[in-house]
T-cell receptor, first 112, second 113 residues
Framework: SQQGEEDPQALSIQEGENATMNCSYKTSINNLQWYRQNSGRGLVHLILIRSNEREKHSGRLRVTLDTSKKSSSLLITASRAADTASYFCATGDVQGAQKLVFGQGTRLTINP | ETGVTQTPRHLVMGMTNKKSLKCEQHLGHNAMYWYKQSAKKPLELMFVYNFKEQTENNSVPSRFSPECPNSSHLFLHLHTLQPEDSALYLC????????????FGPGTRLLVL
């Protein structure tokens, strides 16, 4: 069954603004990861947050995790045109970290 | 680009053809994966190999046949595919552990006519 579901499906903002994407999931997790995919290319790992963590930062990225609500958010601050891509959350199951389950992604467009 | 390469990058094949996709990782990892990415569908895990042994087959039809001769190389052999198999096929690798970050290749865009 599908695990991660991102919201919104598409987001268009002006360069310099902040972008927030949300992810919800259904089952218990070991960790949650965010990946970026430029059009038609492979996925690039952005950040991993463990199930016992609530917030994590990496550069302009801020990820939160609320295990009680089974949800996570990815905030990109001071967006740039190069941030235009699809963003996916993926959950690592407690039974097996290798079986990442991906959501359908949020398509982010940064307008110059 | 990551340390994972895939060839070919694009492939067009007929339903009666036999072709193979190749993946190579230069990261020293011991786990490799095949994923299928179709339009408007989530990324689907197909196969997982750990230390050259297949540890996961996510109910993939037998017209897809994986091969992992060593920890650095992974193949996906294709035969008698259907048009609905047209998709982006992504290879990934990771180092087995509790928290695994997967490193993806650029993918092979497959079109089945």
């Amino acid at each position: 069954s599908q695990q991660g579901e991102e919201d919104p499906q598409a987001l268009s903002i002006q360069e310099g603004e902040n972008a927030t994407m949300n992810c919800s999931y259904k089952t218990s997790i070991n960790n949650l990861q965010w990946y970026r995919q430029n059009s038609g290319r492979g996925l690039v790992h952005l950040i991993l947050i463990r199930s016992n963590e609530r917030e994590k930062h990496s550069g302009r990225l801020r990820v939160t995790l609320d295990t009680s609500k089974k949800s996570s958010s990815l905030l990109i601050t001071a967006s740039r045109a190069a941030d235009t891509a699809s963003y996916f959350c993926a959950t690592g199951d407690v039974q097996g970290a290798q079986k990442l389950v991906f959501g359908q992604g949020t398509r982010l467009t940064i307008n110059p | 680009e990551t340390g994972v390469t895939q060839t070919p990058r694009h492939l067009v094949m007929g339903m009666t053809n036999k072709k193979s996709l190749k993946c190579e990782q230069h990261l020293g990892h011991n786990a490799m994966y095949w994923y299928k990415q179709s339009a408007k569908k989530p990324l689907e895990l197909m196969f997982v190999y750990n230390f050259k042994e297949q540890t996961e087959n996510n109910s993939v039809p037998s017209r897809f046949s994986p091969e992992c001769p060593n920890s650095s190389h992974l193949f996906l052999h294709l035969h008698t595919l259907q048009p609905e198999d047209s998709a982006l096929y992504l290879c990934a690798s990771s180092q087995p552990g509790l928290e695994e970050t997967q490193y993806f290749g650029p993918g092979t865009r497959l079109l089945v006519l």
